[in-house]
């Protein structure tokens, strides 16, 4: 400010630190969300491994702007603006309102955003920084929001609000240059941390204040959070024998049932805790073999918490109105690798054919060895329909994986 300016505005006072600090931390992670937002959802050119991360810090840098939002109304209460400088009543009308929708989109645009995720049919968990430990909770839905309808509307809701943003950043940059340029008015150094401006004085009762609203915020977020995930997995029952006739007797310690998915780009494995098989084989006499085998379904587990979080419920394996899926192969053949075994694999409701290529070798203390492969179409058993169809973030093709260690009886 000039020492003309000076004389003409009298003593201004700038922001103290506590509001620079916030009003600058806001800023920069608004600038960025909507950055990011534009990019993951309209930049087709973005690998969706790469989609899929983003998407997880969007989330998370939207809850920390809520979370210094409530801070930032904590600090205010305690703090007051200082005094505008003075200029022409229209202008200040028009600061004021550009203000006072700022704060109500720093609250609206996040909201919208966790109420998107939170009616999203898609049931992607919300894992702040992507960490396993950090899960964020769903906002809980009335009814007539808890569905795609309630999805869609916080979506158009979400998108509207957040390119609002962009009209008002404009106002309030375009309003600041006027005053610093046009005006000579100090505007742009009552909120920088340089210059000779005087500062407010500050009511420091708005610092463990504003802490406190953050950490319960926060923490209780990611408590409640960690409650929603921690659904135990049903208790390992014993599953009841797969068939009375068995021609061998299955070591489970020496035997694995593992599966993979193709999650964001990424080979992720899973297994099966528990299931039971009675076999009857005989190289000799393929006519007669058969192999029926059931797997508990509580028993599937999952090295990746997106998808683990969907394993049990109605989009995944619904093991609570289907405990067993069930294989059952009854037409073997030889192949030039080993053997062919053909049948039908039952999960949820859905029973379809199933073709199972395998070795099988026996040792001298009559020890069998049997490894196979099969690959699966999670669609077509209405696997993860709800959350993704289309086969974008979860490769529709399920590879299973076993091998089972038998002793004759
Ligand atoms: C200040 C905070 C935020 C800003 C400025 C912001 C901004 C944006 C923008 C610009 C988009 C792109 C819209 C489009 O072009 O289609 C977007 C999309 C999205 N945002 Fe945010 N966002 C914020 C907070 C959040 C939060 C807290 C969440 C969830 C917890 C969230 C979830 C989403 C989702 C899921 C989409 C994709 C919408 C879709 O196309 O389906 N956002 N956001």
Do not use: C
């Not at 990019?39 to 991360?53: E, K, Q």
């Not at 109105?321 to 009854?330: K, M, Q």
Request: charged content about 15%; aromatic content about 8%; proline content about 7%.
């Amino acid at each position: 400010m000039t020492s003309s300016a000076s004389a003409r505005h009298g003593r201004v006072e700038g922001y103290n630190a506590g509001a620079m600090a916030l009003h600058w931390a806001i800023a920069a992670a608004i600038l960025f969300q909507l950055v990011l937002g534009f990019a993951m959802s309209r930049l087709d050119v973005m690998p969706d491994a790469l989609r899929f991360a983003v998407f997880q810090w969007h989330k998370t840098v939207g809850i920390s702007v809520l979370a210094l939002t409530l801070a930032r109304i904590a600090w205010r209460l305690f703090n007051p603006a200082p005094a505008a400088p003075p200029s022409a009543p229209a202008e200040r009308l028009l600061a004021g309102l550009v203000h006072v929708l700022f704060y109500a989109l720093m609250v609206l645009v996040p909201l919208s955003g966790w109420l998107l995720v939170s009616a999203s049919p898609t049931k992607i968990p919300t894992l702040l920084m992507l960490s396993d430990s950090l899960p964020w909770p769903n906002l809980p839905l009335p009814v007539a929001l808890a569905g795609p309808g309630g999805a869609d509307l916080a979506e158009t809701t979400h998108i509207w609000l957040a390119y609002s943003f962009v009209v008002l950043i404009a106002l309030h940059v375009a309003g600041a240059l006027k005053h610093s340029l046009i005006d000579d008015a100090p505007s742009f150094s009552r909120m920088m941390p340089v210059g000779r401006l005087p500062r407010t004085s500050t009511a420091l009762v708005a610092l463990p204040i504003a802490a406190t609203a953050v950490a319960l915020f926060l923490g209780g977020g990611v408590l409640i959070g960690r409650g929603e995930a921690g659904g135990a997995p049903a208790d390992a029952a014993k599953l009841e024998q797969a068939g009375a006739a068995s021609g061998w007797t299955i070591d489970p310690a020496a035997s694995k049932l593992f599966y993979a998915v193709t999650f964001s780009g990424k080979t992720i494995a899973g297994a099966v805790g528990n299931w039971n098989a009675a076999v009857v084989f005989d190289p000799a006499d393929l006519s007669a073999a058969r192999a029926d085998i059931v797997v508990e379904t509580a028993s599937v587990s999952i090295e990746d918490s997106f998808i683990r979080s969907n394993l049990a419920g109605p989009d995944g394996l619904d093991t609570a109105a289907f405990p067993r899926a069930e294989i059952h192969l009854n037409a073997f053949s030889k192949t030039p690798e080993g053997y062919l075994a053909k049948g039908m694999l039952r999960i949820k409701a859905v029973e379809a054919p199933i073709e199972v290529p395998f070795t099988f070798a026996e040792d001298a203390a009559g020890i069998a060895t049997v490894s196979g492969r099969a690959a699966i179409d999670r669609l077509s058993y209405k696997l993860g329909i709800e959350n993704d169809a289309k086969g974008e973030w979860l490769a529709p093709a399920i590879a299973i994986d076993f091998t089972l260690s038998a002793k004759r009886t």
